[in-house]
């Protein structure tokens, strides 16, 4: 029916499984492309420019905040991150459903600005099991579990603020989840106008 | 998650094969209850009391409306049909999706009471399929095919006030995407705020 993309933001707890939730989504669907933030932070070993971000310096990006180019942006640690509209516009009308996965005050900016964006919060299915893959990485201090437990708090707040809730349970069941309440959002009626227009004329040309 | 079940309404123009649909979902998931209509019309050879309708009389239906034991209720041709709120209560509660097959004026009164109905509209691919259906059913003659046109122009002016639209093409893929629609539903953030405040409470014991 509808040929262009729907524009979804994804956001969740750090410890959700946000990041290999969209890989799989990726891997298994051709129906979707990820957007790529950009950011005045430096390349890490291994980072292409256009792959993970698009890097830019402070000048740059600050051009293209006052040129209007960004759907929204934030500044962490002293540096800016943002989501450029251009390539995020190009998927849309190239019919791509276009993901972008960023934080909670960022996410609300965009379903402002567009209200048709569809929100989707990532969550385990339980506190504890949150915690459990926190500390589970084995990587991170405790200091930094700690901070990520009181962030989740705080985001914890603004979850009924999103349209959907999709707990992440399983890899392979939450991808099967997420790509069917992607797809069931092409029916929406707000999205199927033209086709409602059609219809209508030619019924009542049949009619005649 | 959530083990309520949710309130679909169904409409669709006459051909657009709403009743095969029904039935191939049903028969494929075992997630749905039909909602059973009351009318005073007389049962039809083959039709049971309590399978196709509660057959009611003109008096014990009249009773019903003015218990308000009825969702929604309209007169057709001297007779009256409506959806009795007990049946259906039941079976959400059973955690059951309550499918709802009515017209649109009652469809719309349904979405009025309760907000979170989810209306969907079944439609042929087109204006010309549909007519190809009305007239291939061979069972019809042009004045009552006739009829049905002009119906579905009366009806395709309100099309827009649904939630979605859904293009039966195919039964098949058609009843795989009414399933994963009212699936999605499901995952809505509303459905699920007593999840939503039991991880917001769990986050904060553990943050201690």
């Known amino acids: 029916m509808n040929k262009k993309g729907i524009l979804v933001v994804i956001s969740g707890f750090s410890g959700a499984g946000k990041g290999t939730l969209m890989k799989e989504l990726l891997r298994r669907y051709d129906k979707y492309a990820l957007s790529i933030s950009a950011t005045t932070r430096r390349p890490r070993e291994g980072e292409e420019n256009g792959r993970e971000y698009f890097f830019k310096t402070k000048e740059e990006f600050e051009q293209m905040i006052a040129d209007g180019e960004l759907i929204e942006y934030a500044q962490y640690v002293s540096n800016y991150y943002g989501t450029p509209k251009e390539y995020v516009y190009k998927c849309l009308e190239?019919?791509?459903?276009?993901?972008?996965?960023?934080?909670?005050?960022?996410?609300?900016?965009?379903k402002e600005k567009f209200p048709q964006t569809l929100l989707i919060f990532v969550t385990p299915p339980s506190a504890e099991e949150l915690k459990r893959r926190l500390v589970g990485r084995g990587t991170e201090t405790a200091q930094v579990i700690a901070n990520r437990?009181?962030?989740?708090?705080?985001?914890?707040?603004?979850?009924?603020?999103?349209?959907?809730?999709?707990v992440n349970d399983d890899l392979d069941a939450a991808t099967v989840e997420l790509h069917e309440l992607i797809q069931s959002q092409h029916k929406k009626l707000s999205e199927n106008l033209p086709f409602v227009g059609q219809i209508q004329k030619e019924l009542e040309e049949l009619q005649k």
């Open 149 to 166: 437990m009181n962030r989740a708090v705080e985001e914890s707040a603004y979850m009924d603020q999103y349209d959907y809730l999709l």
């Open 94 to 110: 190239d019919g791509k459903d276009v993901i972008l996965e960023i934080e909670i005050q960022g996410a609300l900016k965009v």
